[in-house]
């Protein structure tokens, strides 16, 4: 499910358009899995990883039968802040998932460099 052995940091889930009704509902459940994943990723056996690698393929199909797709997308990163007292930038990585229409997924998607209002 999470290739290359990759720790994610954060995740961050939207639309690349407006979704109608269903393909919303079947892509929350793909955000809310995934990021319920990741809260258990680091204790979770081999075994329960494939299990969810299935359960995550089903969340999948039903958004594809609504003509959308998961498009992901990989952003390692350093994030700084002024108000650290250690001024040392703290590796990170965040993984983005998007929706988009099935006939048309992305090729490139654009992310803010800086997150609005953070601080970061």
């Known amino acids: 499910m999470f290739t290359g052995g990759h720790s994610y940091h954060a995740m961050t889930a939207a639309g690349l358009v407006e979704l109608p009704k269903d393909a919303q509902d079947a892509f929350a459940s793909i955000a809310d899995f995934a990021r319920d994943c990741m809260d258990v990723a680091d204790v979770a056996s081999n ?32 994030l700084t802040s002024d108000s650290w007292a250690e001024k040392k930038p703290l590796p990170w990585t965040i993984l983005y998932l998007f929706a988009a229409p099935l006939a048309q997924p992305p090729s490139k998607i654009v992310i803010p460099r800086k997150l609005a209002g953070t601080g970061f």
């Open 47 to 78: 075994r329960d990883m494939l299990d969810y690698g299935d359960q995550l393929d089903e969340f999948i199909n039903a958004l594809q039968s609504t003509g959308y797709c998961v498009a992901a997308a990989v952003r390692h990163t350093n």
